[in-house]
T-cell receptor, first 110, second 116 residues
């Protein structure tokens, strides 16, 4: 079983739409969670860490559900520039390794 | 501030040739360093990570090797490249968030390798 699983998409949404991604993780003892954004042919960039209480950064909201072992990312008022692949990441117990999901592709259309 | 460098940015190599990719980090000391590979249209595969000079953990058996000759230098090598070694090679380092005990990971710009 993979450490982190995501729906690969693509999610095709119009500008201004709200879109949500989920990812599930297998190790219930995992402590740190993240969302990264990767543009085509570029390196992944940290979008936001995910805290137990949930956190928001502008149009982006991240939630953690430990009981069900999933992480979510909500994007409100989608922009064309939000088109990218979104990677869900979980830290290993000793924090030495980071487990990446295979990514969810988002296409925001005009 | 911390920065991470990788070179070269792109590389085209014939099958059977050697490989050396270099990654250096500035602005931090004794970082955990990582090599990942991303095949076209695929997710990130952890190849190696290092917690200190001379300390290398290999995640995937293959014809690649890694070395850490200096604190902020991480090198990925191969004696003979295979076609399947083509991909986007990313170096990353681990950043500690204050005293929280949590860490984040940041990536270099990557090297796009095509084996022909």
């Amino acid at each position: 079983r993979k450490e982190v699983e995501q729906d690969p998409g693509p999610f095709n949404v119009p500008e201004g739409a709200t879109v949500a991604f989920n990812c599930t993780y297998s190790n219930s003892a995992s402590q740190s969670f993240f969302w990264y954004r990767q543009d085509c042919r570029k390196e992944p960039k940290l979008l936001m860490s995910v805290y137990s209480s949930g956190n928001e950064d502008g149009r982006f909201t991240a939630q953690l559900n430990r009981a069900s072992q999933y992480i979510s990312l909500l994007i409100r008022d989608s922009k064309l520039s939000d088109s990218a692949t979104y990677l869900c990441v979980v830290n290993s117990l000793n924090f030495n390794k980071f487990y990446f999901g295979s990514g969810t592709k988002l296409n925001v259309k005009p | 501030s911390q920065t991470i460098h990788q070179w070269p940015a792109t590389l085209v190599q014939p099958v059977g040739s050697p490989l050396s990719l270099e990654c250096t980090v500035e602005g931090t000391s004794n970082p955990n360093l990582y090599w990942y590979r991303q095949a076209a249209g695929r997710g990130l595969q952890l190849l190696f990570y290092s917690v200190g000079i001379g300390q290398i953990s290999s995640e995937v058996p293959q014809n690649l090797s890694a070395s850490r000759p200096q604190d902020r230098q991480f090198i990925l090598s191969s004696k003979k490249l295979l076609l399947s070694d083509s991909g986007f090679y990313l170096c990353a380092w681990r950043f500690r968030l204050g005293t929280s005990g949590s860490y984040e990971q940041y990536f270099g710009p990557g090297t796009r390798l095509t084996v022909t």
